[in-house]
């Protein structure tokens, strides 16, 4: 049976409570205060805030009597690379009309480019942000024949030596070990070989040392020539098996090499450029006999070629405000801008005139040595497949120590071609 | 207890089930036929255009590659090693709680703790300390391994870490299934002359056999959906990789829905095995005849 309530329900009123609900969400969504308008500039978090200060600076002197033209604002992405891409394709491959600015690692251009997922920049721009760019970094922005993104800032890695232990830097990868070899406990070589993309990096790093490269020159094919990919291979074998190879190899990245360095115990370190602040700050006493000199060559007669990294800007296809977003790529993007990542930020310039500046110097003391590594510098494969050919190839190579230098030369061609097929898992 | 049919009340049943079974049609039933469709074309992120319909090639694709297999396996033997430990521990735990008369709030709420911690946290946690230069696991063993360099002693870590983090929600449910055996049975065979581990194989096992059963089949279908302490301590290197790793890599790193589909549709199809496998095995034995 059912009871019938004495007491009246409170009455609810729903006309009321909605109208409350829709307010407060009106207040929530339409948050962009008064002004010129806000491009979102997507882009790993940069510590020092020198991405800050070169977005403000353009944005204060993009209108008529300092008004403004747009306000940027910055929106911090991880730290780690693949999952800056993660975050961006997702936003991207929707449509995210809130993507105004991308600080785009090198190595998505043909990805987003393919993808229409940013903007080709028209000619006349294109030629100011091409303006005294160093090739290799326009190389990483160009993709068939178009730019598409401003080159901002730039990476690389050098040799990083223990001065009080050696006495000239070694020329081939050979010469390395064997030295480490010989210096016994502490002649540690710290180097990157963790299943991710990094291994990729240090394997681009020495086939195209040893005269390869992965894909043919359209992007469309593996190229993989036997001997050199040989050659790449047998090096890393022979790394992973060298009693100078630190144990944990298999799972380190950059900083676990950076760290392991800085404790003293190695004498080698394959690393980008922010190694040496980062030395001088927390770990002086080991700064004061930090050495550089260029990567080791394969073979004594040519020269290493090693990876570029870095940032490009580009403009988000699906930008509100496209024509105030080139423009402010290109302003952040500009000698001032690139002054001061490298100043403030500890970040390489892309503009080749920089490096004889006495500021940047300052920062920089091996700029010269930098300078001439990024100008014989190699591309990861430029293709939108990147990461599913990088998937295969760090894969197929890990961990370096199973690596068969005769049999995976085959083995590799097959997971790259896969891979550029779009076939199966990776 | 009588069945009587009641055409009115099977009707208010239903009704009382229908916001219910709505939401579990919109929320789950959709996206389940959404990823299969999805799996019967290639369809990739980047490349919008190149959308067609290839029928099951996506799922030949996977079921042919190495990858799949050697995941699967990946993921059964985390799965197994698992449970197996949780089951014995968790059992342990839940005999702890169920006689522990003074503090008892205390002691249940303590073993809890691991349950109440994030996994990500958990599995950074002993990632560091298993961690050959930072760690603190190898000075106290007296060892310089690398744990996560190889692929047994990677497994050792995850699983521990599963272990340690799951074996309170087992405990949790067995404890439950421990409260259904009667007091007086216990007592009957103890003046019968039955010594605890008689008590415990005859009595106490038989009548939670429900309980084991739910507990099993959660933690089973849990650890086999394990993604975020692989991911975290090994990325699935070192052959430790698990299906629902693959199948990430698929949609979320190469954007690929068909193929990533493809793959979660499988993943959906084992765990439907597993909990067919578990209702078939555990759930007809005597006692649940007997539970009826």
Redesign the interface.
């Known amino acids: 049976m059912r009871r019938q309530g004495s007491t009246p329900a409170p009455r609810w009123r729903p006309a009321g409570a909605a109208w409350a609900c829709a307010a407060l969400l009106l207040c929530a969504c339409s948050g962009e205060p008064p002004g010129p308008p806000v491009l979102n500039w997507y882009v790993f978090d940069e510590p020092s805030g020198a991405f800050v200060e070169a977005a403000a600076r353009c944005a204060e002197g993009s209108g008529e009597q300092g008004t403004g033209a747009y306000r940027v604002r910055l929106r911090p992405l991880p730290a780690d690379a693949?999952q800056q891409r993660?975050q961006l394709?997702?936003r991207l491959?929707a449509g995210d009309s809130d993507i105004d600015l991308i600080g785009m690692d090198v190595i998505w251009t043909p990805?987003f480019a393919?993808?229409g997922w940013i903007l080709p920049w028209p000619d006349d721009k294109a030629a100011a942000a091409r303006r005294g760019r160093i090739a290799a970094a326009l190389d990483s922005a160009t993709y068939e024949g178009e730019l598409w993104a401003a080159p901002f800032t730039t990476n690389t890695q050098l040799l990083w030596y223990r001065t009080d232990r050696v006495e000239q830097p070694p020329e081939t990868w050979d010469e390395m070990i064997d030295l480490a070899e010989s210096l016994g406990e502490d002649g540690t070589i710290q180097a990157q070989g963790?299943?991710?993309e990094g291994l990729t990096v240090f394997f681009v790093s020495l086939l195209a040392s040893a005269g390869g490269e992965v894909l043919d020159q359209a992007g469309g094919e593996v190229a993989l020539p036997a001997e050199p990919t040989r050659d790449a291979l047998h090096i890393m074998h022979r790394l992973a098996e060298s009693t100078a190879s630190d144990?944990?190899l298999?799972?380190a990245r950059e900083d676990?090499a950076r760290?392991?360095f800085q404790t003293g115990g190695s004498t080698f370190m394959l690393n980008y450029t922010y190694v040496w602040p980062s030395a001088r700050a927390s770990a002086p006493e080991i700064a004061e006999h930090m050495g550089w000199a260029r990567w080791p060559a394969v073979h004594r007669a040519r020269p290493s070629r090693v990876t570029i990294g870095g940032i490009n800007i580009g403009v988000g296809a699906f930008s509100e405000h496209p024509d105030l977003a080139l423009a402010a790529a290109a302003c952040i993007a500009d000698e001032q801008g690139q002054r001061l990542a490298a100043t403030k930020g500890g970040l390489p310039p892309t503009i080749a005139a920089l490096y004889d500046d006495a500021e940047v110097r300052e920062k920089f003391p091996f700029a010269d040595l930098l300078l001439a590594t990024l100008r014989d510098a190699v591309q990861r494969p430029r293709t939108?497949l990147y990461?599913?050919v990088s998937?295969a190839i760090s894969r197929t190579l890990?961990?370096m120590s199973r690596i068969d230098p005769a049999d995976d030369v085959e083995q590799l061609r097959e997971q790259v071609g896969r891979a550029l097929r779009?076939?199966?898992?990776? | 207890m009588s069945e009587r049919y009641d055409p009115a009340e099977e009707r208010l049943g239903w009704l009382l089930c229908t916001p219910a079974v709505l939401a579990m049609l919109l929320v789950t039933a959709y996206p389940i036929l959404y990823a299969i469709w999805l799996s019967l074309f290639r369809y990739d992120l980047r490349f919008p255009d190149e959308r067609a319909f290839v029928g099951l090639a996506n799922y030949a694709s996977v079921l042919t590659s190495e990858v799949w297999w050697q995941s699967l396996a990946s993921t059964l033997v985390i799965t197994i090693g698992s449970v197996t430990l949780e089951l014995v521990l968790g059992m342990l735990f839940a005999l702890v709680m169920h006689r522990v008369f003074f503090l008892r709030r205390t002691v249940r709420a303590s073993i809890l703790i691991p349950y109440a911690i994030i996994t990500v946290v958990a599995a950074l946690a002993w990632k560091f300390a298993f961690d050959p230069v930072t760690g603190f696991v190898n000075p106290w063993l007296g060892l310089e391994l690398a744990w996560f360099g190889e692929r047994w002693s990677a497994f050792v870590v995850i699983i521990l870490t599963e272990v340690w983090k799951t074996t309170p929600f087992m405990a949790l449910l067995l404890l439950a299934g421990l409260t259904l055996v009667p007091q007086d049975l216990l007592d009957a065979a103890r003046v019968d002359g039955a010594n605890a581990v008689q008590r415990f194989f005859r009595i106490t096992l038989p009548l939670m056999r429900r309980a084991l059963l739910v507990a099993l089949l959660f933690r089973t279908l849990d650890a086999f959906r394990i993604f975020d302490t692989v991911f975290v301590q090994t990325r699935g290197a070192q052959g430790t990789e698990t299906v629902s790793i693959v199948g990430y890599h698929a949609l979320v790193t190469r954007l690929n829905l068909g193929l990533g589909s493809a793959v979660s549709v499988l993943i959906f199809l084992c765990v439907i095995l597993i909990a067919v496998l578990f209702v078939k095995v555990l759930g007809a034995g005597p006692a649940a005849e007997e539970g009826r």
């Open positions: 693949d993660e394709v997702r491959a990805e393919k993808a963790e299943r991710y144990p944990g298999a799972s676990q760290l392991a939108p990461n599913d998937l890990h961990p779009s076939e199966g898992l990776l």
